[in-house]
């Protein structure tokens, strides 16, 4: 069973950075595209990013494009978000997942969701 573990959340000023990890079980790491997702309250949860199982190819939805970055060091069985220029809007729980390609960052039928990591973006 896929476990996932995401990490590096907290409260900031809008502006400031935060950069989110997660790490992944029960699945060999570097044969998964991955993605980050999150959900704010009162909404549906939406895609942020989503990369390659080599990292070469990337994707993001527009409202981080420039500002977010997704990496993964497969050797370390670890997924990254870089969140530079932070906005409260981006206030919300992250989430981490496999998905079964990076470029419609489509998750698995089967997929369970991590606890998150809550990002809060004070004004």
């Known amino acids: 069973q896929v476990q996932v573990l995401e990490s590096g959340g907290g409260l900031v000023q809008a502006g400031q950075s935060l950069r989110l990890s997660c790490t992944a079980s029960g699945l060999t790491f570097d044969d998964y595209a991955m993605g980050w997702f999150r959900q704010a309250p009162g909404k549906e949860r939406e895609l942020v990013s989503c990369i390659s199982w080599s990292g070469a190819n990337t994707n993001y939805a527009d409202s981080v494009k420039g500002r977010f970055t997704i990496s993964r060091d497969n050797a370390k069985l670890l997924l990254y978000l870089q969140m530079n220029s932070l906005k409260p809007d981006d206030t919300a729980m992250y989430y981490c997942?496999?998905?079964?390609?990076?470029?419609?960052?489509?998750?698995?039928?089967?997929?369970?969701w991590g606890q998150g990591t809550q990002v809060t973006v004070s004004s």
């Open positions: 997942a496999p998905v079964l390609n990076f470029s419609s960052c489509r998750l698995n039928d089967d997929n369970q």
